[in-house]
């Protein structure tokens, strides 16, 4: 098994080549590569921070996923945020949003993934991504709050790049997500598009979805969207009643291989969770390449695994980083390995939560 200094080292390259990736498909657009040659410039500070406070026995992850709120305009089947119950009292104020922004750059965090609910049912966020241009904030977003003066805020801040959750064509996206929604995320892209937006697309790989979302002609018509980033992601069944969504053993064989061919094909990213996580080592979460802080402030290991041990309220990023919960997840091999499908800390959650 690698050692965590080299799955570091192991990271840090992938992150960077993921950069340069992004840069040349932004090549036809000068201010996008401005923005990306910056954030590359940041992965390079941010590693060697990490390194030093790693020196000092403090763990910090390049990525943060950041649940800024529980609340959503949508209330989707399956949602995992919803299955566990998150209430919208009690959520981190603006102030702690930007204090915890400022103190993870300070750490050396290299760019943000934005979740939700909605994120951008907290408009005040768009202003603190405003002010730190050098790191990137994937945004998860329905699309749905997306207006004209939003598309102007990506065209002048290209360091926030929207990621528009699409479940496959319009009856799939419309049964989950509302009547209309799959047509008006269709004029938003063309809104983005037409301004030149970098965005991408969240895709939740499901049973009843897969063919659909892996067609190369549904691929194709994203790409002519001017779609710049493809982020598959396997469902993991939080919701009861949605186990009959999970991959079969025959479709999950099938990803790497379609990863592989619209890599060579089209001008675009393609990303595949948790496939991907075998170049870097396996799963990511805890800490070692990234942690979940949710609307309420815990730190968890995993947006699919809701425990925590410690609250950014209550202590510093600094100090939650060196929760003894994460610590004793790191030290298991198990929970770090492909399990055939699905978060391995949620299938092993009863694990999880002796550690506590």
């Not at 290299?110 to 966020?125: L, Q």
């Not at 009643?241 to 393609?270: C, H, I, N």
Request: charged share 25%; hydrophobic share 40%; net charge negative.
């Amino acid at each position: 098994m690698r050692t965590d200094n080299n799955n570091a080292i192991i990271l840090n390259k992938a992150l960077r080549v993921f950069f340069l990736d992004a840069l040349r498909i932004a090549l036809k657009n000068p201010s996008q590569v401005y923005s990306f040659f910056r954030t590359i410039n940041w992965l390079r500070k941010a590693a060697k921070s990490r390194a030093k406070w790693k020196n000092e026995g403090i763990d910090v992850p390049p990525i943060i996923i950041f649940s800024i709120t529980n609340q959503c305009n949508l209330q989707c089947k399956g949602c995992y945020n919803q299955s566990f119950h998150y209430s919208t009292n009690g959520e981190l104020s603006d102030e702690q949003l930007r204090g915890i922004t400022h103190e993870a750059k300070e750490l050396g965090v290299s760019f943000f993934v934005i979740a939700g609910g909605e994120p951008f049912i907290r408009p005040m966020f768009t202003e603190i991504m405003k002010d730190y241009p050098e790191i990137i904030f994937l945004v998860f977003t329905n699309g749905l709050l997306i207006n004209d003066g939003m598309v102007d805020t990506f065209k002048r801040h290209r360091n926030i790049v929207p990621l528009i959750s699409l479940e496959g064509n319009a009856e799939d996206t419309d049964q989950r997500r509302g009547e209309g929604t799959f047509v008006t995320l269709q004029n938003i892209m063309e809104k983005m598009n037409r301004k030149g937006i970098f965005f991408g697309s969240s895709l939740t790989l499901t049973r009843p979805n897969f063919d659909t979302i892996l067609d190369i002609n549904y691929t194709e018509n994203l790409v002519d969207s001017d779609c710049k980033f493809f982020l598959y992601l396997e469902y993991t069944p939080t919701a009861p009643g949605t186990e009959e969504w999970v991959l079969t053993l025959e479709q999950r064989d099938q990803v790497m291989d379609l990863m592989k061919s619209y890599r060579s094909k089209y001008p675009a990213l393609f990303i595949a969770v948790p496939w991907d996580e075998d170049d870097v080592g396996g799963c990511l979460s805890a800490g070692r390449g990234f942690i979940h802080i949710n609307a309420a402030g815990d730190l968890e290991p995993c947006p699919f695994a809701p425990f925590s041990d410690t609250n950014v309220r209550d202590h510093s990023l600094k100090a939650a980083l060196q929760s003894e919960f994460f610590k004793k997840i790191r030290q298991i091999p198990e929970l770090a390995r492909e399990t055939g499908g699905g978060c391995v800390l949620w299938k092993e959650r009863e694990l999880v939560q002796s550690l506590l």
